[in-house]
């Protein structure tokens, strides 16, 4: 009974993070059940997402914009409250986020956008490099560089990039690079920890 | 960093089915990373979905209108080679596609579109009662209408109800109303069978 | 640290249904753990374990034997108000017990033993063949025989075999052979029903 | 059909871990499947489990007796290569298996034998609290004991626990405390971890 119209919108559900094609089926049918009103209300809510939500030109994570939307800077870059000679670089808005709630930085952040997945030849097209290194040399306030990746392979893979081609700036401004630090997270049972884990958890004791 | 209109657009990507506050977040950030195109395309495909689909007047399942949007019947209705002396009763459009999937069945359709809690008070107002009364009334060719709901307390509820109301029309017109078997389905272990399921299949063996 | 002991009760328990190395390993531990009283009298009670309990002459269910050890039936095959024309046939005792807490059968049972899996060559050896056609030739008073395995490929390539082997003494005796009614089993929801089932619960509906 | 042996030793393996009744019940079916001769087999090896395992004297964990059954020893507290100097302190064999598969640790172990609770209230019966004192009385090589226990409130309540008692000890002999690294364990996604792991692993950066 699939139409055309039916078909793409599902296909475009189904590209939604987290959701197979059953669920995008049932989203659809989720809309044509809903009464018109709310229908129409959803797709312009998603029509003018992007002009009330902005991507700051500083750090690149999305922030609501104020009625002008003539700001350019997101709340946190425009705190001057913000402790600037830390800049913390995390892969996307939601760990950003989660380090936000924990209340426990207040330094400055970078979403670099992506990490760079161990066999990829073209690492630049993957994460923000140039707007990177352009902050870096127009912010002189930064004395550490912290990276905030997830701690598997592509993450670790992808600070290996930025280190090597940051190498040169960070000698000659003496920032100093460091990683989020590795051992056992909160929860973990010695029997079934990994052995790279207790290896930085041997290492790392204090 | 929450404004108004991401907040509005996770409430109602939190009414999808099966859809959590969290990843209701990650939809709103997957459409703010989507190119504007591709966003303005997804709106509107949810805002014309209801130009494009109709809801039969026959069986009320959703179906593709034609360009001149007058029909009114969908494929299966309109399909005189149907057998219309049996009329099936679904819940919903998926179950009815799942049966059509089977090729097992060649009648008629009706969706009546919800279940009736147990507990329901206003338990006309969660079916088409009257839909369904005035389509047996009309459509003098049906002997035989089979309840295909799913086999839980609601969906009992839902055909002990529906007997009750049709019960006059039924007797009148020599209707014979039947349900789908009960038993073992396909893959159940006797050891782990509940009671009930045990009980229809030893009654039902054949 | 593994020796030959360890490593021997290990490969022991990982035969256990459901249990893995990993697990059988704890289990070793476990039992390292306890006091040497509960350590010996858990073995004593393994060793003990075919000496109180015997395996039914009738319906090869295991139970416990009386003080004198002298019973050879079981307490349903040795119950004279069962229904003894009905025989019910399953493949193990976790079945048979779980058929008889419902409540809803009063004949006896026939424990097959096994399942014939679809490509076995040597089907005889799964189950007891010679058993039934055995009892079925000694016990005059059966006329209905009743299949109750699980519904799955192999237990249906079971019925198919049986039935088979036992056809001309079922002609001769005119015993009735029936299988547990197929079809929805409770909870099941329409949408994800299997076409076999819906087929089923079409053609059994009632 | 149960009668008290059958009961009994499924309530001995609804004890063991990780078992439910329902697999406890399946265990004793699987042995009354199995020959005489496996069955006995196996209660011989439990029986005499304890006769071939010894705990070590030194760090009490289990290991293979020699023929003379004379050492009192293990493989690792009997090998003057490893590393006199540091202690490990564990809580259970498995978890000093894991760190010894590692390779990666060449000192000795201690393994205190449990966790204490939050609200234990008699805290000395749940470790090897003498047995600790004993040996780092005896143990004038030590000089840094390291507490490699699970990452979780009773792992740390253990530790804040023994240090206490052990402080007058440890100050006097100069020996160094220290606990495993926290921090992002391998696999570890920013956006899901929590704050007490950022909070480490913000503090461990490096």
């Given at each position: 009974?699939?139409?055309?119209?039916?078909?793409?919108?599902?296909?475009?559900?189904?590209?939604?993070?987290?959701?197979?094609?059953?669920?995008?089926?049932?989203?659809?049918?989720?809309?044509?059940?809903?009464?018109?009103?709310?229908?129409s209300?959803i797709a312009h809510?998603i029509l003018?997402?992007?002009?009330?939500?902005?991507?700051?030109?500083?750090?690149?994570?999305?922030?609501?914009?104020?009625?002008?939307?003539?700001?350019?800077?997101?709340?946190?870059?425009?705190?001057?409250?913000?402790?600037?000679?830390?800049?913390?670089?995390?892969?996307?808005?939601?760990?950003?986020?989660?380090?936000?709630?924990?209340?426990?930085?207040?330094?400055?952040?970078?979403?670099?956008?992506?990490?760079?997945?161990?066999?990829?030849?073209?690492?630049?097209?993957?994460?923000?490099?140039?707007?990177?290194?352009?902050?870096?040399?127009?912010?002189?306030?930064?004395?550490?560089?912290?990276?905030?990746?997830?701690?598997?392979?592509?993450?670790?893979?992808?600070?290996?990039?930025?280190?090597?081609?940051?190498?040169?700036?960070?000698?000659?401004?003496?920032?100093?690079?460091?990683?989020?630090?590795?051992?056992?997270?909160?929860?973990?049972?010695?029997?079934?920890?990994?052995?790279?884990?207790?290896?930085?958890?041997?290492?790392?004791?204090?």
């Amino acid at each position: 009974m699939e139409d055309g119209h039916i078909k793409k919108l599902e296909e475009y559900f189904a590209r939604f993070p987290g959701v197979g094609p059953r669920q995008a089926h049932r989203f659809v049918y989720y809309l044509l059940w809903q009464n018109s009103s709310i229908v129409s209300d959803i797709a312009h809510t998603i029509l003018n997402l992007k002009k009330h939500i902005g991507q700051c030109k500083n750090c690149f994570r999305y922030f609501p914009k104020d009625a002008s939307g003539q700001y350019t800077l997101c709340r946190i870059c425009s705190d001057s409250s913000r402790d600037n000679s830390i800049l913390l670089i995390v892969e996307k808005d939601a760990d950003l986020e989660n380090i936000e709630r924990t209340g426990l930085y207040n330094g400055n952040y970078f979403v670099v956008g992506g990490l760079i997945p161990l066999l990829e030849t073209n690492k630049s097209r993957k994460i923000r490099e140039k707007e990177l290194l352009s902050r870096l040399t127009h912010e002189k306030s930064i004395i550490e560089l912290i990276f905030a990746l997830s701690a598997h392979v592509d993450g670790d893979n992808t600070v290996d990039y930025i280190k090597k081609i940051l190498k040169p700036h960070m000698e000659k401004n003496e920032i100093r690079i460091t990683v989020l630090g590795r051992g056992l997270s909160t929860g973990s049972e010695l029997e079934y920890s990994d052995s790279e884990t207790l290896r930085n958890a041997l290492k790392n004791r204090s």
